[in-house]
């Protein structure tokens, strides 16, 4: 069993940064792919960036050049910086973890409001 909980998010004006923090339990942490995604009031959850393995990173078009998504193995830990932050980025965000097997764990989310 892994558990996930992230760290890091609150009220922040436009223009503003924050750096989000996922810490995970279990000694397999290396192997896994991991993401960030998010949950705005009213929509869906959406993909906002994802990291594998081996460091490879894929980010969704309205986050890139903003938003900067990293992990240390040796924490167990995962990372989103985010930059230049927008209203519409106001959302509660989840660490995900997926491993080979397909087994997925989430995170209960934190609240980041971008606000004036």
């Known amino acids: 069993q892994v558990q996930l909980a992230e760290f890091g998010g609150g009220l922040v004006q436009p223009g503003g940064s924050l750096r989000l923090s996922c810490s995970a339990s279990?000694?397999?942490?290396?192997?896994?792919?991991m993401a960030w995604h998010r949950q705005a009031p009213g929509k869906e959850r959406e993909l906002v960036a994802n990291?594998?393995?081996?460091?490879?990173?894929n980010y969704a078009d309205s986050v890139k050049g903003r938003f900067t998504i990293s992990r240390d193995n040796a924490k167990n830990t995962l990372y989103l910086q985010m930059n230049n932050l927008r209203p519409e980025d106001t959302a509660i965000y989840y660490c995900r973890v997926r491993f080979p097997s397909a087994v997925v764990y989430w995170g209960k989310g934190t609240l980041v409001t971008v606000s004036s």
């Open positions: 279990g000694s397999i942490f290396s192997i896994a792919s």
């Open positions: 990291i594998s393995s081996i460091g490879g990173t």
